[in-house]
């Protein structure tokens, strides 16, 4: 890291952080901050301008400085009306290591009111696995993997690791 990036890293942390509803005119920049958050897998422009709009009150948008830095897609299951399935988590590169993961996923917690939380996450991706383990411990909830939801070569015609399920829970408010 450059001392030019260092300390616009410095700065951008000392800004008001805010965590909001998205709205469609999120869609973009949703779209450029996935594609710069590898490994996570891009979608279309369009799916991004879904999960801003259609979307919206099972996501949260991190601002900062009027910069998006920050998403979490998700939605609640039609067959699971008490869990919040996440689909995506994104965090600039600027803003990581600083627990903005886990205050997005509060917000969707607190907002939703779900008392559980599902996601999938592959094996070996180590920094989604703690911040949802470290979440879980927040809220004093468990984190489990429940194994293999969909299969590398079943489901992913070999292009993709397989993604085991997670799931977090029970959560209470908080007061």
């Known amino acids: 890291m450059t ?85 995506q988590v994104a965090v600039d590169a600027s803003m990581r290591g600083r627990g903005l993961g886990g205050k997005m996923l509060n917000e969707l917690i607190e907002r939703s009111g779900a008392h559980y939380m599902e996601t ?5 991706n180590a920094a989604s696995w703690g911040m949802f383990r470290s979440f879980a411990r927040s809220r004093d909830a468990e984190c489990k993997d429940c194994g293999p939801l969909f299969e590398r070569d079943e489901h992913f015609d070999g292009k993709h690791d397989s993604e085991h399920l997670a799931r977090l829970g029970p959560f209470r408010k908080s007061e």
């Not at 996501?59 to 609640?76: D, M, P, Q, Y």
Request: hydrophobic content about 35%; proline content about 10%.
């Open 120 to 124: 999938t996450v592959t094996p070996d």
């Open 3 to 87: 001392a030019t990036n260092s300390q616009a890293s410095t700065e951008k942390s000392a800004e008001a952080l805010s965590l909001r509803t998205p709205l469609p005119r999120d869609g973009a920049a949703l779209h450029r901050l996935v594609e710069n958050c590898p490994p996570l897998d891009p979608n279309s422009l369009y799916c991004n301008l879904l999960q801003c709009s259609h979307f919206a009150d099972t996501a949260v948008a991190a601002e900062c400085n009027g910069e998006l830095v920050g998403f979490i897609s998700g939605f609640i299951p039609p067959n699971k009306p008490d869990t919040l399935f996440v689909w």
